[in-house]
């Protein structure tokens, strides 16, 4: 009898434990709560580190100074690009997250454990709060992953009505010298879906790298806002920084030039790490600062 009853906690602990959720690539079972999580994206980790979950493994470069605190003395797996194969099967884990740079890695890491590919691409808040219920899900920290949907929630709502009426937006990306535009389709496309700003060009090529532009182009889509994104910042690599690039005389001819309507975001968040909570806050944050409410 003792025997039946305990049978039966442990299968409804296992069924309370189970949590089917939704990846890049279709559903997943995950069967338990994992203990020994190995990260090899960083949007993932930025979400999972909101989250308060800890972490077994993570990559060596992770861009973005504000996980540096959480993945002080973690364990490297490598890095975004190219998992440490040995350093992952060391570690063990009962969880292998991969996503965006990593998830052509998905097969391969399947062999140590399961793996989920939780690439954010077409749609970065869609997405990115899809990730979030998820890990709260796996983790069994659905309250807090609620709580951060709403925050951030409110807070797209905010940067929607600081912007209201401001005029049209262009979105840029520097590589040093080199300058390239992105619409509402792109990868930055969220910028103009989730907070409501017009297009100053609205047939953009959309590519992965954007469409190559030149300070004439800018000038002709006269934006009223420039929303400006530094690659080389993000990567950390030096060369001419992207407020260096735009200090160019057709530029200066702009609406949004003129008007000191230029924001520059925080680089490594919006291009590294896109689509975690605390990089989309982050990103909204910057805006909020220039475009107060009200």
């Known amino acids: 009898m003792f025997k039946r009853i305990f049978c039966a906690l442990a299968l409804s602990a296992s069924t309370l434990q189970a949590a089917e959720i939704d990846t890049y690539v279709g559903k997943e079972n995950v069967s338990e709560v994992p203990t020994k999580v190995a990260v090899l994206d960083i949007a993932a980790l930025d979400t999972l580190a909101a989250l308060g979950v800890q972490l077994a493994g993570v990559p060596e470069n992770v861009y973005v100074d504000y996980l540096s605190d959480v993945t002080a003395g973690v364990p490297t797996i490598g890095n975004i690009f190219e998992p440490d194969f040995e350093a992952v099967n060391a570690l063990a884990p009962d969880l292998i997250v991969v996503g965006g740079r990593s998830s052509t890695h998905m097969r391969a890491m399947s062999d140590m454990a399961q793996t989920i590919d939780m690439t954010i691409w077409e749609d970065t808040v869609g997405q990115g709060l899809?990730?979030?219920?998820?890990?709260?899900?796996?983790?069994?920290?659905?309250?807090?992953?609620?709580?951060?949907?709403?925050?951030?929630?409110?807070?797209?709502?905010?940067?929607?009505?600081?912007?209201?009426?401001?005029?049209?937006?262009?979105?840029?990306?520097?590589?040093?010298?080199?300058?390239?535009?992105?619409?509402?389709?792109?990868?930055?496309?969220?910028?103009?879906?989730?907070?409501?700003?017009?297009?100053?060009?609205?047939?953009?090529?959309?590519?992965?790298?954007?469409?190559?532009?030149?300070?004439?182009?800018?000038?002709?889509?006269?934006?009223?806002i420039l929303i400006v994104v530094d690659r080389l910042a993000a990567i950390g690599r030096p060369g001419e920084s992207a407020a260096t690039t735009l200090d160019n005389p057709l530029v200066a001819e702009t609406t949004a030039w003129k008007n000191g309507n230029v924001v520059y975001l925080n680089a490594a968040d919006i291009y590294i790490s896109g689509g975690g909570i605390q990089s989309m806050n982050r990103t909204l944050d910057v805006i909020l600062s220039v475009f107060a409410a009200g």
């Not at 951030?152 to 905010?158: P, R």
């Not at 535009?181 to 590519?207: C, I, M, N, P, S």
């Open 130 to 224: 899809d990730r979030l219920e998820a890990y709260g899900a796996i983790f069994g920290k659905e309250s807090e992953a609620e709580a951060l949907a709403e925050a951030f929630t409110q807070k797209l709502a905010l940067a929607k009505t600081a912007l209201d009426g401001k005029g049209t937006a262009l979105v840029v990306l520097t590589n040093g010298p080199k300058i390239s535009a992105y619409g509402a389709g792109g990868r930055f496309g969220w910028l103009h879906e989730k907070l409501g700003l017009e297009e100053a060009v609205k047939d953009v090529e959309q590519t992965t790298h954007g469409e190559a532009i030149s300070f004439e182009f800018i000038k002709e889509a006269n934006p009223d």
